[in-house]
């Protein structure tokens, strides 16, 4: 299925620095008046896994293909879903709890496709991204697993 | 043909990226993974559960039979946990 031809800028950025989701929400819907909907998702850095405590994070990427593969799944959001705006922010470098990590914005005139897509980009990063993160606790350091969980998040988009 | 290695796969072998010249017979992504594991110690740890390790050619994802013929640049890393 393909949509009526909408303005649907894209923006991917993978970035050190800190993000402004306000900000980054008003540059998306911007002096607009056709967007209806703007769902933001921010994945933040916790203190606890399974009930170890996580002094830092560490996030590695592939550079290059880490933004081709979010360009793949946004102009696949984009082909879903009628969206008005995509921005994906994914931070790399060493993270404290409670920094931020990635921001998914999605713009739509409804909120249904905007949180629809806006959970299927985070289920794809997830899983597709070449991301890796890396733990730090008391008792050493150690590469996060893939969870299962998140793989059959993904599939539930998979279209037959 | 480039190759790069990220996360524990690069702590495993040993090296960020390198350049190699695998023989011809060498056809598949499958048969690369073993090929190199025959290299060294380090690249048969880094590659002791193939199944595990993701592989991407030209920064796209593809499966173990995948042929590598024309490949610029080929990587292999864990399942990703980003997000």
Same mark, same amino acid.
């Given at each position: 299925?393909?949509?009526?031809?909408?303005?649907?800028?894209?923006?991917?950025?993978?970035?050190?620095?800190?993000?402004?989701?306000?900000?980054?929400?008003?540059?998306?819907?911007?002096?607009?008046?056709?967007?209806?909907?703007?769902?933001?998702?921010?994945?933040?850095?916790?203190?606890? &896994?399974?009930?170890?405590?996580?002094?830092?994070?560490?996030?590695?990427?592939?550079?290059?293909?880490? &933004?081709?593969?979010?360009?793949?799944?946004?102009?696949?959001?984009?082909?879903?879903?009628?969206?008005?705006?995509?921005?994906?922010?994914?931070?790399?470098?060493?993270?404290?709890?409670?920094?931020?990590?990635?921001?998914?914005?999605?713009?739509?005139?409804?909120?249904?496709?905007?949180?629809?897509?806006?959970?299927?980009?985070?289920?794809?990063?997830?899983?597709?991204?070449?991301?890796?993160?890396?733990?730090?606790?008391?008792?050493?350091?150690?590469?996060? &697993?893939?969870?299962?969980?998140?793989?059959?998040?993904?599939?539930?988009?998979?279209?037959? | 043909?480039?190759?790069?290695?990220?996360?524990?796969?690069?702590?495993?072998?040993?090296?960020?990226?390198?350049?190699?010249?695998?023989?011809?017979?060498?056809?598949?992504?499958?048969?690369?993974?073993?090929?190199?594991?025959?290299?060294?110690?380090?690249?048969?740890?880094?590659?002791?559960?193939?199944?595990?390790?993701?592989?991407?050619?030209?920064?796209?994802?593809?499966?173990?039979?995948?042929?590598?013929?024309?490949?610029?640049?080929?990587?292999?890393?864990?399942?990703?946990?980003?997000?």
């Amino acid at each position: 299925m393909t949509f009526p031809v909408t303005t649907c800028p894209v923006t991917i950025r993978i970035q050190q620095d800190d993000f402004d989701i306000a900000r980054e929400i008003a540059v998306l819907t911007g002096s607009r008046t056709d967007i209806g909907a703007a769902v933001s998702f921010t994945g933040i850095c916790r203190s606890d &896994e399974d009930s170890a405590k996580i002094a830092a994070l560490s996030l590695e990427h592939y550079p290059g293909m880490a &933004e081709e593969e979010i360009r793949r799944h946004a102009d696949e959001a984009t082909s879903r879903w009628p969206l008005n705006g995509v921005t994906v922010i994914h931070r790399v470098g060493r993270f404290m709890p409670g920094q931020n990590i990635v921001l998914v914005l999605t713009a739509s005139q409804h909120r249904h496709a905007a949180f629809q897509a806006a959970e299927f980009l985070m289920d794809y990063l997830k899983t597709n991204a070449p991301f890796w993160k890396k733990e730090e606790s008391a008792t050493g350091t150690g590469w996060v &697993e893939a969870q299962a969980r998140d793989d059959e998040a993904a599939a539930r988009w998979t279209r037959s | 043909m480039k190759v790069k290695y990220f996360a524990w796969v690069r702590e495993r072998v040993g090296k960020a990226e390198e350049t190699i010249e695998p023989p011809a017979t060498v056809r598949t992504v499958e048969e690369l993974i073993a090929w190199l594991s025959g290299q060294s110690e380090a690249y048969a740890y880094a590659f002791e559960k193939p199944k595990v390790i993701r592989v991407a050619i030209d920064h796209a994802h593809v499966k173990s039979d995948a042929a590598i013929a024309g490949a610029n640049e080929i990587a292999f890393f864990p399942p990703m946990t980003g997000g």
